[in-house]
């Protein structure tokens, strides 16, 4: 969508430097229209008609800024944040470097006990167990991040789920952040259910919201988080700190123009993109199908979870890495699961949200790769 992006944003006066607006300080939280924009337009995708008031919005330089500075407004340092893994792993980062949060995996195993497919399954229990766990070892839980869609496995979390979670949170007066920063990259007409549309939530004061302009439009240059929460402490934590994390009030009006115009975005752009990215991971699936590579099924998000075990001389993180640096090498760049805490090492994932010959090029650089491990792994 590179094109049809730099298209809309070049048009005629969506960056006009004006000195009244531009050239003097302004409310780093978010520019009044821009709040405005953004309000409107989560009530369209997101809350099921719920309105949004735009007071209870922040504008920061990106997710990764929301996500530092909720850790560090919500725990102390060596308190603990759990988040479900395998996941983004920039989201330790995020919140380890500056607040030196303890950020425990709530490790998703693709396997039981027992060697029941459990295919990375999140369960409310699975929460409550880990609270359980860490809180008789003394430690102190304060935060539960959740990626909807999830980041890399491509679930999505239904509203039941959710609820349950959220329960659990409020049982434990623990606060909640759902990261919903792929909402609207939904693959094949998934249904998906923002936590911003869901009705008597258990504990509304602890319970925030991030999305950005990162992922669903592809804008990560730009630089656009945002905050949802309705706690007013919070908020004004978020307020003072926000010179520190602004958004530059040009692209506030560039967003703006953006998601004020339904017409493309809503008609066009959004649904469009989801139609290329569901046709991007259909013709990846297909590909794993005919080279008999197990892929985990994706309802959300830009990227697909493979599992490369089979490849593998033994089902070590060593191993798993010395296939990242075969593909390195091959040029192609594929995260393995250990970078994203993966619970056992074996999978990798891909990003298929590049051009059609890219993702092509891409693959059959994989299949090169694995074909000739596969030619080299002992006979059983």
């Known amino acids: 969508m590179e094109a049809e992006l730099e298209e809309r944003i070049n048009r005629r006066g969506v960056l006009q430097f004006r000195s009244a607006d531009h050239q003097h300080y302004y409310d780093f939280t978010g520019q009044p229209q821009t709040k405005k924009a953004l309000s409107d337009f989560l009530v369209r995708h997101l809350t099921n008609g719920k309105p949004v008031p735009p007071e209870q919005l922040v504008v920061y330089n990106g997710a ?3 996500l530092d500075c909720l850790a560090y407004g919500l ?25 030196h949060t303890d950020i425990q995996p709530l490790y998703l195993q693709p396997k039981d006990i027992t060697g029941r497919e459990r295919d990375f399954e999140l369960q409310a229990v699975d929460l409550e167990n880990r609270i359980q766990e860490l809180t008789s070892e003394g430690k102190v839980v304060r935060v539960f991040i ?9 679930d999505i979390y239904p509203e039941a789920l959710l609820r349950d979670l959220l329960n659990v949170c409020a049982k434990y007066q623990m ?7 792929y909402a609207l990259s939904v ?10 549309a869901l009705d008597d939530l258990p504990d509304p004061e602890r319970t925030h919201f991030i999305w950005g302009m990162s992922k669903d439009f592809g804008l990560a240059g730009i630089r656009v988080g945002v905050i949802h929460s309705r706690n007013t402490q919070l908020l004004n ?12 009030s040009l692209i506030h009006d560039m967003v703006t123009s953006l998601l004020a115009d339904k017409d493309w975005c809503d008609n066009f752009f959004l649904p469009t993109s989801q139609q290329r990215l569901t046709r991007s991971y259909e013709f990846v699936v297909k590909q794993m199908n005919a080279a008999g590579i197990h892929i985990h099924q994706s309802k959300g998000g830009v990227f697909a979870w493979i599992n490369i075990s089979p490849f593998m001389k033994q089902q070590t993180k060593e191993e798993e890495f010395a296939v990242f640096e075969e593909l390195l090498k091959a040029g192609v760049y594929m ?3 250990s970078a994203m805490y993966c619970a056992v090492p074996g999978w990798i994932r891909i990003i298929f949200s590049v051009a059609e010959d890219e993702l092509s090029t891409g693959l059959q650089r994989l299949f090169t790769v694995l074909d000739a491990r596969r030619s080299n792994l002992p006979s059983q």
């Open 64 to 66: 990764t800024a929301c």
């Open 75 to 99: 725990t102390d340092e060596g308190e603990v944040i759990i988040v479900p893994t395998p996941v983004y792993g920039r989201i330790f980062t995020d919140c380890q470097e500056r607040t």
């Open 146 to 154: 959740l990626v909807n869609p999830q980041n890399p496995t491509g």
């Open 175 to 181: 606060h909640a952040i759902i990261d919903e920063i």
């Open 187 to 196: 693959l094949g007409g998934a249904e998906f259910t923002s936590v911003l």
């Open 237 to 248: 934590y978020l307020g003072n700190g926000s010179a520190y994390q602004s958004t530059p």
């Open 335 to 337: 995260v393995p699961g």
